[in-house]
């Protein structure tokens, strides 16, 4: 199973098992809880026993965490109904429809049969920030008005016929990584890094010819998922392992502190190292866009991360 899989099954993981410990481990309460326990059933089986461990017990820390942040902000009360929102349709019908198009939410949680809360879940065995978006070059491409990603299709077409690589990205993988292929490996790495270094440069350009209000609008709505979101939804990372222990950490969006610069302080679009164009308010650094593969380069989808700056 690839990394990226296994950090999938992991993420289910983790929000399921939020959301069981939000229900009060009642399946009842638990309002999708058919759907819920047949994914973690599956997920369980993708990962070792182990990595299990460390995300319900991360699952456990992400739950006081948002109890006392509750408390203190308005949600207090019984929680009276749970749901797992992480696949589509399903925030948008439990809360009877309105919810906002792109809510994060992978856990919404209803206070005393009314007031819902949105969960967003991260979790990581690090002590450091992880990145918090990962939308596809194609999508952000379309809504900013320019080409991210017919380029990397083209390139990806010439060392295909230059090296008579397979065809399909699948079988190029495999092919990439077979071993007598290392020189070629490394002429595809190279490829690929001038490919996310010459789409970086296209996006620097674009956002330079942009109004810095629209620069904002698009750093709100698309990256920070901020503003105007319903349902409200907090941003919840569950770190640690069993030998370091466990820890949880909230932020929400309209209220952090890079929300506030955004909001109020001059923009300045920075490009960072080869793969990123880096956002700064006010000095303050926001975060950055990262052009990334999700696995190996000129055989796997273009990728973008929101990290962290």
């Known amino acids: 199973m690839s990394e990226t899989s296994k950090n999938t099954a992991g993420a289910d993981v983790n929000e399921i098992m939020f959301a069981y410990i939000a229900a009060n481990k009642d399946l009842v309460k638990l309002q999708n809880s ?4 047949k994914a973690l059933e599956s997920r369980k089986q993708e990962i070792s026993s182990l990595q299990f461990q460390d995300q319900a017990e991360r699952a456990h820390a992400m739950y006081k965490e948002v109890l006392s942040w509750a408390e203190v902000n308005g949600w207090d009360g019984q929680i009276t109904r749970v749901w797992w929102t992480a696949r589509p349709g399903i925030l948008d019908k439990a809360i009877g429809g309105g919810a906002s198009l792109g ?27 992880i990145g918090f978006k990962n939308p596809g070059a194609k999508s952000i491409g379309n809504i900013l008005g320019i080409d991210l990603h017919s380029y990397k299709e ?3 077409e010439k060392w295909i016929k230059k090296f008579n690589l397979p065809s399909v990205a699948k079988k190029r993988k495999v092919y990439i990584k077979a071993p007598g292929n290392e020189l070629i490996k490394q002429k ?37 998922d901020a503003h105007d979101n319903y349902p409200y939804y907090i941003k919840v990372t569950g770190r640690g392992n069993e030998r370091k222990g466990y820890s949880a950490s909230i932020v929400d969006p309209n209220e952090s502190e890079n929300y506030k610069a955004l909001m109020s302080e001059e923009i300045e679009i920075v490009p960072v190292a080869n793969t990123s164009v880096g956002i700064r308010a006010g000095g303050r650094r926001i975060m950055k866009m990262r052009f990334k593969f999700e696995s190996q380069k000129l055989a796997s989808g273009l990728k973008m991360s929101g990290d962290p700056w």
């Open 34 to 37: 058919k759907e819920a326990v």
């Open 103 to 129: 809510n994060p939410t992978d856990v919404l949680l209803e206070f005393n049969g009314e007031d819902f809360l949105g969960i967003s879940a991260k979790s990581t065995k690090s002590s450091g920030n």
């Open 154 to 156: 083209e390139v990806t």
């Open 188 to 224: 595809i790495e190279k490829a690929g890094k001038d490919i996310l270094k010459a789409l970086r440069d296209r996006l620097y350009n674009h956002l330079l010819t942009m109004d810095e209000e629209n620069i904002r609008q698009h750093i709100v709505k698309y990256w920070l």
